[in-house]
């Protein structure tokens, strides 16, 4: 039932955010878009108010349970990032706003980005685990939540990849392929040529 919910709670969570962008720009009814944005994050509720009820009838919480919490917390992680990505190309689609930004490919822009990404998943886990520990506890019955202490585990993991991949874009920074430095150099030049022309 709650891999059910979760299928559910996804499907809803991108009808809510494509009925306020919808409801924003092409219809031009930036408040009632809002009010739907405003109500994206009632998924999760739904979610974790199904979750406690299952646990709560005496289910032994398994794989699901966790993927449950899991989905929560990275609804808290990236959440507002995914709103105001599509935002942005809804604006630029529909409204003549400017065209969004393209994400850092090289060198420290880059680093910063994955870092910033390590945040937001650090974030997400540590939501995650949270409710976890509060659902051990809630049961108060080890036998039934090996499970979601496993969860903890896998979630710690994902945490110190990513702190893994930012580190490696921090200390070896990727460099732009050599046709792209190429052509940097030559407009510089150029420019300089320019000027002491």
Not at 67 to 89: H, Q
Not at 146 to 156: F, T
Request: hydrophobic content about 50%.
């Amino acid at each position: 039932m709650i891999v059910a919910v979760i299928a559910g709670c996804e499907i809803g969570f991108w009808l809510l955010l494509a009925a306020g962008l919808v409801l924003r720009y092409p219809l031009r009814r930036p408040r009632a878009g809002a009010v739907v944005l405003t109500a994206v994050p009632l998924v999760d509720v739904v979610l974790l108010v199904v979750t406690v009820v299952d646990l709560r009838r005496g289910a032994t919480a398994d794989a699901t349970h966790g993927l449950a919490a899991a989905y929560i917390g990275f609804s808290v992680g990236y959440g507002r990032t995914t709103i105001r990505w599509a935002d942005a190309r809804f604006a630029h689609r529909f409204s003549g706003g400017p065209p969004p930004p393209k994400p850092a490919k090289y060198g420290r822009a880059r680093a910063r980005r994955e870092w910033l990404i390590c945040a937001r998943t650090a974030l997400a886990c540590a939501v995650a685990a949270a409710l976890l520990q509060a659902a051990v506890w809630y049961v108060a019955d080890s036998s039934r939540t090996d499970a979601l202490q496993q969860w903890q585990l896998r979630l710690a993991a994902v945490t110190a990849v990513n702190a893994a991949i930012a580190a490696s874009y921090t200390l070896w920074p990727k460099r732009p392929p050599a046709t792209v430095q190429g052509q940097r150099a030559r407009h510089e030049h150029h420019g300089q040529q320019g000027r002491q022309g």
